[in-house]
């Protein structure tokens, strides 16, 4: 036993009864496209906000940097320097980065085979370029792990 009401809002409502002459799903379609923009203009409206309060962290961090330098609170830092932390992160930043590069060359590999060309779709350009940040990434990971290693010889050629 329901009433009058709850059945009327159980059954779709035609073009005629909304009025726009737009069927529902199109209205819907609509509504949800605003909602999506007005999502993403509040997302952005956030990161702004964001980036303002971390701006405001790094000038703290700068002069606490300053204020650490003066005191001498530095040998805490060459401390954690030590060669039994620091050795163990480049190792898993030089395996982390060969295996990508490795993953990257065997995805680029079985791309080009004339056997899969059959089965292949386009790829999509945002994942090209997905693919060529992520060797970018890699190279550089290369580059600084390198650079690290020289300037810690250079740096610290007594120890």
Do not use: Y
């Amino acid at each position: 036993m329901s009433s009058p009401l709850t059945e009327r809002l159980k059954e779709p409502p035609d073009t005629a009864e909304t009025g726009t002459g737009v069927p529902p799903a199109k209205m819907l379609l609509v509504n949800t496209k605003l909602i999506n923009w007005s999502a993403l203009l509040f997302a952005v409206l956030q990161s702004v906000c964001s980036a303002v309060i971390a701006l405001n962290g790094l000038r703290l961090l700068i002069g606490l940097g300053a204020f650490a330098a003066a005191s001498g609170a530095l040998r805490l830092a060459d401390r954690m320097h030590a060669s039994a932390i620091r050795i163990p992160m480049m190792l898993l930043a030089l395996a982390g980065s060969l295996l990508n590069l490795v993953v990257l060359w065997q995805v680029w590999r079985l791309r080009s085979r004339p056997a899969s060309a059959w089965r292949q779709q386009a790829v999509p350009r945002q994942k090209i370029a997905s693919e060529w940040f992520q060797f970018t990434l890699s190279v550089l990971t290369l580059f600084f792990l390198a650079a690290e290693f020289v300037a810690h010889r250079i740096l610290h050629a007594g120890r």
